[in-house]
């Protein structure tokens, strides 16, 4: 094993142990997916999320091709989680908070918006001040957030549309029928916007624009399971401990064979397959196929778990909350420490996770404290 084995390892141990509950034979945890317990578990994916991305960086330099090539590919499985619980978070607070929607707009999208521009604006900073070139109008449009110098951000912006979608659905349709069909056709019309867009890269090889990228769809689905499993959870988690034992070796198993489809479509179709004379749909559309249930399988065996494993304590709880201000900010380390110090990843690794951590946790705090002022 290598110096990042050993320390994905240790960290992961050392945040995952302390406080776990296991319940004993027959028994089930109480309440298994609440915010708390999720957001600290959010805490713990947006850690594994940092390490993928520096690790997919170091992959494709000469003489680190074995750097724990397991996290150039848990990426999807991370996102996947993090849009599944945004659906259950939703429909639970919507049916257990009064008034829900009437501060929904306030307490949910904004509380994205403003790390999304404060971020935003980090990096443009950090760009420019590196030498990159920007012309006015791509400029203006990176300055709005139309177009994304940093392509980490892309999840702030489908999950901040997907939350509006909610809001307009909810709030003014009555059927209840009608608010999850309504919701299907939007999801599935993003997947398939997105799907059809393809690739965008300019002439740097920066992702900059909206939906182009199997990135934009390929976990998106997720969001209105989480939906739907919230809708019937009461129903489906009685369900779940009857027959856990059999649910829980059969999704391991669906995971593992769906796991290994996965990396065959990737190698020998992929979303990458595009010319100028062809999209490479055909491509695109075998490995969605497959990584799609893939994603599904491992989510449904990680909620399985969750029913009989209890994983929170202050480390998680404090990652949880500047979850989403991780991801939107390492971008700005990875692009100012690869300057000096890419040619040893133990240094680089931890330079980049400790500015992460820390900024974070300040842009976390600018953004508890603007809305706090503004109740």
């Known amino acids: 094993?290598?110096?990042?084995?050993?320390?994905?390892?240790?960290?992961?141990l050392l945040l995952l142990l302390p406080g776990i509950k296991i319940?004993?034979?027959?028994?089930?945890?109480?309440?298994?997916?609440?915010?708390?317990?999720?957001?600290?578990?959010?805490?713990?994916?947006?850690?594994?999320?940092?390490?993928?991305h520096i690790v997919i960086i170091f992959w494709m330099l000469p003489g680190y091709?074995?750097?724990?090539?397991?996290?150039?590919?848990?990426?999807?499985l991370i996102v996947g989680f993090f849009f599944l619980f945004s659906g259950y978070g939703l429909i639970v607070s919507h049916e257990e908070k009064e008034n829900y929607l009437?501060?929904?707009?306030?307490?949910?999208?904004?509380?994205?918006?403003?790390?999304?521009?404060?971020?935003?604006y980090a990096y443009m900073t950090t760009t420019l001040l590196l030498g990159n070139r920007l012309t006015m109008k791509e400029l203006l449009l990176a300055f709005l957030g139309f177009i994304l110098?940093?392509?980490h951000m892309w999840f702030a912006v489908e999950i901040m549309l997907l939350y509006l979608a909610f809001f307009v659905t909810f709030r003014y349709l009555r059927s209840e029928k009608t608010k999850y069909i309504t919701m299907t056709v939007i999801v599935?019309?993003?997947?398939?916007?997105?799907?059809?867009?393809?690739?965008?890269?300019?002439?740097?090889?920066?992702q900059m624009s909206w939906f182009h990228g199997e990135w934009w769809y390929n976990t998106t689905p997720l969001f209105l399971l989480g939906m739907l499993l919230a809708k019937f959870r009461r129903t489906?988690?009685?369900?779940?401990?009857?027959?856990?034992?059999?649910?829980?070796?059969?999704?391991?198993?669906?995971?593992?064979?769906?796991?290994?489809?996965?990396?065959?479509?990737?190698?020998?179709?992929?979303?990458?397959?595009?010319?100028?004379?062809?999209?490479?749909?055909?491509?695109?559309?075998?490995?969605?196929?497959?990584?799609?249930p893939m994603v599904i399988s491992f989510e449904i065996f990680l909620l399985l778990v969750l029913m009989k494993v209890r994983l929170h304590n202050k480390c998680m709880k404090f990652l949880g909350k500047i979850s989403l201000e991780?991801?939107?900010?390492?971008?700005v380390f990875i692009l100012c420490f690869s300057k000096w110090f890419m040619r040893d990843i133990r240094i680089f690794i931890i330079l980049v996770l400790t500015a992460t951590v820390i900024f974070a946790t300040i842009i976390n705090k600018i953004k508890l404290f603007v809305l706090e002022k503004k109740e």
């Open 1 to 12: 094993m290598n110096f990042v084995n050993y320390f994905f390892v240790i960290i992961s």
């Open 23 to 52: 319940a004993g034979r027959k028994e089930f945890h109480e309440d298994p997916f609440s915010l708390k317990i999720t957001k600290g578990i959010a805490g713990y994916f947006a850690f594994c999320a940092l390490i993928h």
């Open 65 to 76: 091709n074995d750097e724990l090539l397991l996290l150039e590919h848990i990426g999807v």
């Open 102 to 120: 009437k501060t929904f707009i306030f307490r949910r999208v904004c509380t994205v918006l403003l790390p999304f521009f404060l971020c935003n």
């Open 149 to 151: 110098l940093n392509d």
């Open 188 to 206: 599935l019309g993003m997947i398939t916007v997105s799907f059809l867009l393809g690739h965008d890269l300019n002439d740097a090889g920066t």
């Open 236 to 292: 489906l988690i009685p369900f779940a401990q009857k027959y856990y034992n059999r649910l829980l070796i059969g999704f391991a198993a669906i995971f593992l064979v769906l796991w290994q489809g996965t990396e065959y479509m990737l190698i020998h179709h992929g979303y990458w397959t595009e010319t100028e004379f062809s999209r490479g749909y055909f491509d695109k559309l075998l490995t969605f196929s497959v990584q799609l």
């Open 326 to 331: 991780l991801i939107l900010l390492e971008n």
